[in-house]
């Protein structure tokens, strides 16, 4: 049973690029939410997707969008990259059952963005 | 300002002892807490998770205790081992009028837990 997949693993990207991260959710999984994990911090919730909409937002600007497609994979796009950007970026997937969610989150290893 | 804190860096603790982890959280909205364990080069994984409405809930070696009083949580790890060896990440979560978490978890900074053999 495949875990949650990230791509690319590492890449350096240059201060104004724009970046794709892609996700695969865990077999089974529907909703995909993404983190941002600076150098000696915590994960910060970005978004989360569910049934290929934003569900919901964390405090993050209009650079950073995201899309989830049919079959649940989901990608992470940021714009006009700054230094700060960056970052490792993990994807985690739950299923969202009607009713209760535990907030148990499987996490990918994440992606390392460089930005130059 | 965090919402989540754990104040302790880093921990070295002996096999064998216990470990203890602490976290504080400030949102009063906050009714469900969970504990990531995090290995280098891999994403964090679940540990175990506690509501509100307990104080105490126990899994193995791991025992996660809740003070709503105070704001704190603590994570127990009895006895420690080795493997243990990991950044250890509290986390936090609203939960919804139908008493699900809204999805969006708060960390903290994350602790360092070092067991030496």
């Known amino acids: 049973d495949a875990g949650v997949t990230q791509s690319p693993t590492h890449l350096i990207k240059t201060r104004g690029q724009q970046v794709t991260l892609r996700c695969s959710p865990k077999?089974?999984?529907?909703?995909v939410s993404w983190y941002q994990q600076a150098l000696g911090q915590g994960p910060q919730f970005i978004f989360q997707?569910?049934?290929?909409?934003?569900?919901q937002r964390g405090n993050f600007p209009d650079r950073f969008s995201g899309h989830q497609f049919p079959n649940y994979s989901s990608e992470l796009n940021v714009n006009a990259l700054l230094l700060g950007d960056s970052a490792l970026y993990l994807c985690a997937s739950s299923l969202t059952p009607t009713g209760f969610f535990t907030g148990e989150l499987f996490f990918g290893e994440g992606s390392r963005l460089t930005v130059l | 300002d965090q919402q989540v804190k754990q104040n302790s860096p880093s921990l070295s603790v002996q096999e064998g002892r216990i470990s203890i982890l602490n976290c504080d959280y400030t949102?009063?909205?906050?009714?469900?807490f969970l504990w990531y364990k995090k290995y280098p080069a891999e994403g964090p994984t679940f540990l175990i998770s506690i509501s509100s409405i307990k104080d105490k809930n126990e899994d193995g070696r791991f025992t996660v205790f809740l003070n709503k009083s105070a704001k704190h949580l603590s994570l127990h790890i009895v006895p420690s081992q080795p493997g243990d060896s990991a950044v250890y990440f509290c986390?936090?979560?609203?939960?919804?009028?139908?008493?699900?978490?809204?999805?969006?978890?708060?960390f903290g900074k994350g602790t360092k837990l070092s067991v030496k053999p």
């Open positions: 077999s089974g999984h529907d909703t």
């Open positions: 986390a936090a979560s609203a939960l919804t009028s139908y008493g699900g978490s809204q999805g969006n978890l708060i």
């Open positions: 949102n009063s909205m906050f009714d469900y």
């Open positions: 997707y569910y049934e290929e909409e934003e569900r």
